[in-house]
């Protein structure tokens, strides 16, 4: 599974929030063969031609103008400050990953369009200026108005201005930890080989058995560990 793929089912599965639950079948896709799955994977790996094709097309896309972007810069550093050595939701490129997300799923556009147009309209109401052109202090003030939505009510009845910073909430905090810089941040290394000299001594001796020490050389010699194992049509290990 791909990082969109992953991303679409942590925000459908949050519900990020009912927002997102209708218009997302996907129909008539068939199943791709062993091949199709293969191609192109140098450029895109674990792809399949027809997601390649469809990232292609929304990345040529554009759902925000130049001053959404910022202000959605703006507002995901707010709700997810930069941490040193890594870097914040800039580096990580979440402003881009929203946009695509918003692309990839067309049912949010209107809550991430209008919330936009409602952080302006409130911070030009209130202090007289764009919201991405405010002060921090008073960013943060509008921003309090809406980060808390009333969780004995559903959230898609709830006013879009709700909706929306929990939608861009989840965004920025999904788009940054499934980043580069934000899997660097968590300190995430991934499975790595263990180091294993079989089953110790004393156990083999209670059981009275002992390893084929050609076997011992084939399977614990921790200098061929990078070595892919080979196999004969017999099913004999050969390396």
């Known amino acids: 599974m791909d990082r969109r793929k992953s991303i679409q089912t942590l925000i459908l599965g949050a519900g990020a929030?009912?927002?997102?639950?209708h218009g997302c079948k996907?129909?008539?896709?068939n199943v791709p063969t062993e091949e199709k799955i293969t191609e192109g994977a140098e450029k895109y790996f674990g792809r399949t031609p027809k997601e390649l094709e469809r990232i292609e097309k929304l990345n040529a896309e554009q759902l925000f103008n130049a001053h959404e972007m910022e202000t959605?810069?703006?507002?995901?550093?707010?709700?997810?400050?930069?941490?040193?050595?890594?870097g914040g939701p800039i580096e990580a490129g979440v402003p881009?990953?929203?946009?695509?997300?918003?692309?990839?799923?067309?049912?949010?556009?209107?809550?991430?369009?209008?919330?936009?147009?409602?952080l302006d309209h409130k911070t030009n109401t209130d202090f007289g200026t764009e919201f991405k052109s405010a002060t921090i202090e008073q960013?943060?003030?509008i921003l309090d108005t809406i980060a808390y939505h009333d969780v004995e009510v559903p959230l898609e009845e709830q006013a879009l201005e709700i909706q929306f910073f929990h939608l861009?909430?989840?965004?920025?905090?999904?788009?940054?930890y499934s980043s580069k810089v934000g899997i660097a941040?968590?300190?995430?290394?991934?499975?790595?080989?263990?180091?294993?000299?079989?089953?110790p001594q004393e156990v083999l001796d209670k059981h009275g058995i002992a390893y084929d020490p050609e076997w011992?050389?084939?399977c614990i010699d921790h200098s061929k560990r990078g070595v892919i194992a080979e196999w004969d049509d017999e099913g004999n290990l050969l390396t």
């Open 168 to 176: 861009m909430r989840g965004l920025t905090v999904s788009g940054y």
């Open 216 to 218: 011992v050389a084939k």
């Open 72 to 86: 959605i810069a703006v507002l995901s550093t707010i709700i997810l400050p930069p941490k040193e050595p890594h």
């Open 17 to 21: 929030a009912g927002l997102a639950m």
């Open 139 to 141: 960013q943060k003030s």
């Open 96 to 118: 881009e990953f929203v946009e695509f997300m918003g692309k990839d799923l067309p049912v949010m556009q209107t809550t991430l369009l209008g919330g936009l147009m409602w």
């Open 185 to 199: 941040d968590l300190g995430y290394k991934g499975n790595q080989p263990n180091v294993w000299d079989g089953v």
């Open 26 to 29: 996907t129909e008539g896709e």
